[in-house]
């Protein structure tokens, strides 16, 4: 299943999250908006910049710094990945979770920009999730083959709203997470996380 998942997110998960937020990004934007908006920067930057295009980690980092995590709330998605452990975590811990977690998801990004040729994002539909302020933007991936259906879970933050979560083909991309940190936590706990995920990322620090 998680072989599965991870050929999902190597094609498409990294559409609106690896993309620039532009002037027409105002403050406030719709979630709509968001999406379409970041989806349709970053096809074109995958199309147009060769270094991206031959899977430059460097390359890709940076980008995800200065374009991504303004869009994303990883506090967040990493906290809800580790779940309850994360309350015991010390500051240095929940740091360096973030930090080798954001790295386990560049990685993966690198080769699916590699991939990014003729895709196209539409938003199907948008919907209210019930006693919170979050919602759901649903979308495809149109190209060749079957359309592939992508959900963002979003949340507002002041006058800006956050991606929280993904749903690519069905599977969350942090509940997806949260079972394979649960292995790690229940033999190492925090720590042993740590060293799994730094230990999966080596070869993306060479």
Same mark, same amino acid.
């Given at each position: 299943?998680?072989?599965?998942?991870?050929?999902? &997110?190597?094609?498409?998960?990294?559409?609106?999250?690896?993309?620039?937020?532009?002037?027409?990004?105002?403050?406030?934007?719709?979630?709509?908006?968001?999406?379409?908006? &970041?989806?349709?920067?970053?096809?074109?930057? *995958?199309?147009?910049?060769?270094?991206?295009?031959? %899977?430059?980690?460097?390359?890709?980092?940076?980008?995800?710094?200065?374009?991504?995590?303004?869009?994303?709330?990883?506090?967040?998605? @990493?906290?809800?990945?580790?779940?309850?452990?994360?309350?015991? *975590?010390?500051?240095?811990?929940?740091?360096?979770?973030?930090?080798?977690?954001?790295?386990?998801?560049?990685? &993966?990004?690198?080769?699916?920009? @590699?991939?990014?040729?003729?895709?196209?994002?539409?938003? @199907?539909? @948008?919907?209210?999730?019930?006693?919170?302020?979050?919602?759901?933007?649903?979308?495809? &991936? +149109?190209?060749?083959?079957?359309?592939?259906?992508?959900?963002?879970?979003?949340?507002?933050?002041?006058?800006?709203?956050?991606?929280?979560?993904?749903?690519? %083909?069905?599977?969350?991309?942090?509940?997806?997470? +949260?079972?394979?940190?649960?292995?790690?936590?229940?033999?190492? %706990?925090?720590?042993?996380?740590?060293?799994?995920?730094?230990?999966?990322?080596?070869?993306?620090?060479?």
């Amino acid at each position: 299943m998680f072989a599965k998942f991870r050929s999902f &997110v190597a094609t498409t998960l990294l559409l609106p999250l690896l993309a620039g937020a532009g002037a027409a990004l105002a403050a406030g934007p719709t979630p709509e908006a968001l999406i379409r908006q &970041v989806s349709t920067e970053v096809l074109d930057t *995958a199309r147009t910049d060769k270094a991206i295009q031959a %899977g430059d980690v460097a390359k890709i980092s940076a980008l995800v710094e200065s374009k991504v995590m303004p869009h994303v709330d990883f506090e967040v998605i @990493t906290r809800s990945a580790v779940g309850v452990q994360w309350r015991g *975590a010390t500051a240095d811990q929940r740091s360096k979770l973030q930090a080798e977690f954001k790295l386990l998801l560049i990685r &993966v990004y690198a080769g699916a920009l @590699t991939q990014l040729k003729d895709q196209a994002v539409e938003i @199907t539909r @948008t919907q209210a999730v019930s006693g919170s302020t979050q919602v759901i933007v649903q979308s495809e &991936v +149109r190209g060749k083959g079957e359309p592939i259906k992508l959900d963002y879970r979003l949340d507002k933050r002041g006058e800006q709203w956050k991606i929280i979560d993904v749903n690519v %083909g069905g599977l969350w991309l942090v509940q997806n997470y +949260r079972t394979q940190f649960a292995q790690e936590l229940s033999k190492g %706990g925090i720590d042993g996380l740590i060293a799994a995920l730094v230990e999966r990322n080596k070869g993306a620090r060479s």
